[in-house]
C-alpha cells in the first residue's frame, strides 16, 4: 500500500492512458529481465491454492482479465506478479487503432473508469510471434474479436482465423461478442448469431482436436482440446441472457466469463 502511495499521485499527473502504457513497458521491461523477474516473483509470491476448471489446473484462483495487456507485451512480468492465470487481448485478425483518443477517462471520486477503446489491437500475426516464448507456468488466455470494419454477417470468418492462429499458443480462448465500444458488436449475442458463430468455432475447434487419438500400437486414448469461453455483457435483460446461454451450451462451448464492460450509469 505504501508502493501505490508513492507512485499514484506520479501516475495521475499523465492521462490514464499514458499511464497505462507506462506501467504495462515496465512490467515488459522487469519480465525481460530473469535476475529482476525472479526477485519480483519471490517479492509478490503467493499460497499455492489450484482450481481445476475446463481440465486446466490454474495455480490459484486470481487473475488478470483481458483489456491491461492487449497485444502480450509484458506476460513475462505479469506472470511474475503470482497470477493464477492471464488473460491477453482483445486480439482482432488485422491490425487497427482503435477509438480517437482520449478514450480512457478517471473518476476519481467513484474509483471508477470510462473506457471507450474499441479494441485496439496489433493483430494477430505480431501477437503470436510475441507469444512464441510465452511463459509455460501460468495459464494464457487470448480474447479475441472481430475487426471493426468487418460486417457481423462475415464475423465468423475474423473469428475462426483467431481460432486458427492460437490454437497452439492459448491454454484458452475467450470470444468477445460483448464490448460495448465496437459498434454492433454486441448483436452477436442475440440466438441465432451467437449459434451460427459459436457453431462454427465447435466445428473447426474439431478438426483440430479429435474426440480419441489413435496410438501406433492400435490404443486409442481420448484427444485433447482447447477450452473457448464466452464474455458476454451485463446489459443483458434476463430473457436475453437465457437465450445467450442456451445457444452457449448448446453449441458445446466450456464456459462463461462475466461480465464485459456496462454501458449504464445508475445515480
Known amino acids: 500500500m505504501k508502493l501505490y502511495s508513492l507512485i499514484r499521485p506520479l501516475l495521475y499527473r499523465l492521462p490514464p492512458e499514458r499511464a497505462h502504457h507506462l506501467t504495462l ?14 526477485l519480483l516473483s519471490r517479492w509478490t509470491a503467493v499460497p499455492h491454492k489450484p482450481v481445476r476448471a475446463f481440465g486446466l489446473t490454474f495455480p490459484n484462483p486470481i487473475g488478470l482479465a483481458a483489456g491491461y495487456d492487449k497485444d502480450g507485451l509484458a506476460v513475462h512480468g505479469l506472470a511474475a506478479l503470482g497470477f493464477g492465470h492471464l488473460e491477453i487481448g482483445t486480439v482482432t485478425p488485422r491490425p487497427q487503432p482503435g477509438n480517437p483518443k482520449p478514450r480512457v477517462f478517471r473518476l476519481p471520486g467513484e474509483q471508477a473508469i470510462i473506457n471507450r477503446m474499441g479494441f485496439p489491437s496489433e493483430g494477430a500475426a505480431a501477437v503470436a510471434r510475441r507469444l512464441q516464448n510465452r511463459p509455460r507456468d501460468v495459464i494464457l488466455g487470448i480474447n479475441i474479436g472481430k475487426n471493426k470494419d468487418t460486417p457481423n454477417e462475415e464475423a465468423v470468418r475474423d473469428y475462426l482465423t483467431l481460432l486458427e492462429r492460437f490454437v497452439g499458443l492459448a491454454d ?19 440466438r441465432a448469431e451467437l449459434e451460427r458463430l459459436l457453431g462454427a468455432l465447435h466445428e473447426r475447434r474439431k478438426a483440430f482436436f479429435p474426440d480419441t487419438l489413435h496410438l501406433p ?3 486409442t486414448i481420448p484427444g485433447g482440446s482447447i477450452p473457448i469461453l464466452v464474455k458476454l455483457a451485463p446489459d443483458l435483460t434476463p430473457a436475453q441472457l437465457d437465450d445467450a446461454l442456451e445457444a452457449i451450451v448448446r453449441s458445446g462451448m466450456d464456459g462463461v466469463i462475466l461480465t464485459n464492460t456496462t454501458v449504464a450509469r445508475p445515480g
Open 172 to 190: 484458452y480462448l475467450t470470444v468477445n461478442i460483448s464490448s460495448p465500444n465496437t459498434v454492433g458488436l454486441r448483436d452477436l449475442q442475440h
Open 217 to 219: 500400437d492400435g490404443e
Open 25 to 38: 513497458h515496465l512490467i515488459g521491461r522487469v519480465g525481460r529481465s530473469r535476475p529482476l523477474a525472479a
